[in-house]
């Protein structure tokens, strides 16, 4: 199985700051990878497909890069809603896998 | 919108066969060529995806469980299910069903314990 690797486990920033998460996987999913934002006693819920298009309602602010093993979600400045853990998914090889997540928390 | 809705105990016995259904709303189970899955969380911890079932009931399960899982689909009802077999402690965890990668249940928690 793909194996993803999230860097880093957590990332202590101040609002208004820039964050920016990285996600490895261990051989090419080409750009068939996505990101969610979880926030406590929710679903994940979808933020990036395609590694790089934002889901509808999604805040201009974020922004996927990336293709083959390498991916980065990018928040350009953050806001308290901001504040969640974020996991990516690999959906190019069954099985589908995720990362460990990053949990971004306030400074 | 598609709504899916998780049902079951929220208590299994160790050894037992936890039992799960997801209600799918908004949506017919059988339009397009979606399949829906089975995520499960741990506390604390990271997302574990089980397995998918198509409408018309073609199943994928992650190696690592799939000795011990069964899903099933009910068109009528508009409805699938999770079956996964002697269940241990580390089973205990939130369970999702989901129509990946956009639409997800609010998650049932399921605690293995006698």
């Known amino acids: 199985e793909i194996v993803l690797t999230q860097s880093p486990a957590t990332l202590s920033l101040s609002p208004g700051e820039r964050a920016t998460l990285s996600c490895r996987a261990s051989?090419?999913?080409?750009?068939?990878l996505v990101w969610y934002q979880q926030k406590p006693g929710q679903p994940p819920r979808l933020f990036i497909y395609d590694a790089s298009y934002r889901a509808t309602g999604v805040p201009a602010r974020f922004s996927g890069s990336g293709s083959g093993t390498d991916f980065t979600l990018t928040i350009s400045s953050l806001e308290p809603e901001d504040f969640a853990v974020y996991h990516c998914?690999?959906?190019?090889?069954?099985?589908?896998?995720f990362g460990g997540g990053t949990k971004v928390e306030i400074k | 919108q598609v709504q899916l809705q998780e049902s079951g105990p929220g208590l299994v016995k160790p050894s037992q066969t936890l039992s799960l259904t997801c209600t799918v709303s908004g949506g017919s189970i059988s339009s397009g060529s979606f399949y829906w899955s089975w995520i499960r969380q741990p506390a604390g911890k990271g997302l574990e995806w089980i397995g998918r079932i198509y409408a018309s009931g073609s199943t994928n399960y992650n190696p690592p469980l799939e000795s011990r899982v069964t899903m099933s689909v009910d068109t009528s009802k508009n409805q699938f299910s999770l079956k996964l077999s002697s269940v241990t402690a580390a089973d205990t965890a939130v369970y999702y069903c989901?129509?990946?990668?956009?639409?997800w249940g609010k998650g049932t928690t399921v605690t293995v314990s006698s």
């Open positions: 998914q690999q959906r190019s090889n069954w099985p589908l896998t």
């Open positions: 989901a129509r990946e990668p956009d639409f």
């Open positions: 051989q090419s999913v080409s750009r068939n």
